[in-house]
């Protein structure tokens, strides 16, 4: 099945600055890469998500790249705000393409 | 149009009792998917249901876990005999199903259960 790897853990970044996220993936086959932010205590909501047939997608500040190749994605935050701090998850399909599998995580902190 | 609804919101239960939760998904949505979050982990898949049928229960501990989506009303999920390692938060999550392509996944509020 899919396996989801996503680095790093924390992230603390200063506010204004850009923060990465990356994430590899093990199923050749995955075509479909949602990130999704959850704010503590709250449920994780989607925030941008990349199917296999383009290599970039950009909305507003956020933007996702796929290496298709190298089987790993990431989400790129430029300018970052305080209201930016929260947990997030990167998924890819799992064995059966109708579910999600998470990755661990990242928790990331914006300092005003 | 109400968004994936919950109940309970928080749960407390004693070791050895039983524990369901439940899960309403967004009006149009034939497919549900449950979660566990642990805190400060990430989630993780448990199952993933269409009307009247389980489609994978991969993620599923194989005991004193079930999971049903029946014809009419919410998706239950059942954990029979509750130990401490089972207070978690429990997610569902809906889609429409359209199609072969999945998408985006309508997250609930999550069901914090408790065991003491």
């Known amino acids: 099945g899919e396996n989801v790897e996503q680095h790093p853990s924390t992230l603390s970044v200063q506010e204004g600055d850009s923060a990465v996220i990356k994430c590899t993936y093990s199923d050749s086959a995955s075509n479909y890469f949602p990130w999704y932010k959850q704010e503590l205590g709250k449920r994780p909501q989607l925030i941008i998500d990349i199917r296999s047939n383009v290599g970039e997608k950009k909305d507003q500040r956020i933007a996702v790249t796929l290496n298709k190749t190298a089987k790993h994605f990431s989400l790129h935050i430029t300018e970052t705000q305080p209201e930016d701090s929260a947990v997030y998850f990167c998924?890819?399909?799992?064995?059966?393409?109708?579910?999600?599998?998470f990755g661990k995580g990242t928790k990331l902190s914006v300092k005003p | 149009n109400a968004g994936v609804m919950q109940n309970p919101r928080h749960l407390v239960r004693r070791r050895g009792q039983e524990a369901r939760l439940r899960c309403s998904p967004m009006k149009g949505h034939s497919h549900v998917y449950w979660y566990r979050q642990l805190p400060e982990e990430g989630l993780k898949f448990m199952v993933y249901?269409?009307?009247?049928?389980?489609?994978?229960e991969s993620g599923m501990p194989k005991e004193r876990f079930s999971a049903e989506f029946p014809k009419e009303g919410p998706s239950i999920l059942r954990i029979q005999q509750v130990v401490r390692g089972d207070s978690a938060a429990y997610f569902c999550a809906s889609s429409p199903g359209l199609g072969p392509l999945i998408g985006e996944l309508f997250f609930g509020e999550g069901s914090r259960l408790t065991v003491l």
């Open positions: 249901l269409q009307k009247e049928n389980i489609i994978d």
């Open positions: 998924a890819a399909p799992g064995g059966s393409q109708g579910n999600l599998i």
